[in-house]
């Protein structure tokens, strides 16, 4: 790193340090891991973030890597500063960005997660074995009834498509935080883009049913626009236990944003 350098700490991530290092060519952003991967929706790997960098850089899809490094303090990767600001408004362009990012053919060395309403099911139970409470109860209760088959033919997600991860910049949308990437079911992007709760939580409010509808139409795929339809309610299902668990540790905006979840799960 340039010595001397001005570091300036960026906001947004909740996990992580990040800052923007005023190197002399060009701006950089230096991103420290906490070491903490107990999330049960949302890993926290370093290594396959700079993984997945490596992969798609020149794409203009994502900010392009430098380096990482190990230091006393954790793992660090090192890219190069994007311009620009998040994205609040018309889900069609994160719809055309993801279907281009779910048609790559590039498949970096990452997990796989499993796919299909068994596995939403298994991860879910999981996550509310955790909250031992009369929500977590309900929430069990509400389990949808419709199966939904895996996916044979997985690809590349980003894994946790927020507002606050869409940058807006000059040449196009980018996608930045790559730390929860898998090769899987692209509905997975989607259901996390779509999510009243994350959507309430990152971008301040939640999308209406004609911004869904102009998301899934902009996607241009319409067997994937069909099976996110069926797997909705399993997602929603999914989250609402998600926001549960977080709201039990601490995380008071995650209860409101649980409400939202279930309300939509209802709807489905």
């Known amino acids: 790193m340039p010595v001397g350098a001005d570091w300036t700490p ?12 005023e190197a002399p060519e060009k701006p950089l952003v230096v991103k420290l891991f906490s070491g903490c991967n107990k999330n049960p929706l949302f890993p926290n790997d370093g290594v ?40 609040r408004k018309d889900g069609t362009q994160v719809a055309r960005l993801l279907s281009q990012i779910h048609r790559l053919p590039e498949r970096p060395d990452l997990r796989t997660t499993p796919s299909g309403s068994d596995a939403i099911q298994a991860i879910t139970e999981t996550i509310l074995a955790g909250c031992s ?12 009834l419709r199966d939904v088959a895996p996916l044979s033919e997985l690809c590349l997600i980003h894994g946790d498509v927020v507002p606050n991860n869409v940058l807006v910049s000059p ?10 990437p898998s090769i899987g079911d692209p509905c997975e992007d989607i259901a996390v883009f779509l999510s009243p709760a994350m959507q309430s939580l990152y971008g301040g409010i939640a999308l209406s049913s004609g911004e869904q509808y102009d998301f ?3 996607y241009e795929n319409p067997k994937v626009s069909e099976r996110y339809t069926q797997l909705a309610p399993w ?3 999914r989250m609402a236990a998600y926001c ?19 309300a939509a799960l209802e709807q489905s």
């Open 10 to 21: 960026l906001s947004g991530g909740r996990t992580n340090a990040i800052w923007k290092v």
């Open 48 to 87: 396959s973030e700079a993984n997945v960098l490596r992969a798609l850089n020149g794409m203009g899809i994502a900010p392009s890597l430098v380096g990482t490094m190990e230091t006393a303090l954790g793992f660090c990767i090192v890219y190069e500063h994007v311009v620009g600001h998040s994205w």
């Open 133 to 144: 409470s009369s929500e977590a109860a309900k929430i069990l209760a509400m389990k949808p």
């Open 171 to 180: 040449e196009g949308l980018r996608l930045i935080d790559w730390q929860c």
């Open 216 to 218: 899934l139409e902009a």
């Open 235 to 237: 997602f929603h299902w």
């Open 244 to 262: 549960l668990w977080k709201a039990k540790r601490g995380a008071a905006d995650y209860a409101d944003a649980m409400l939202l979840e279930l």
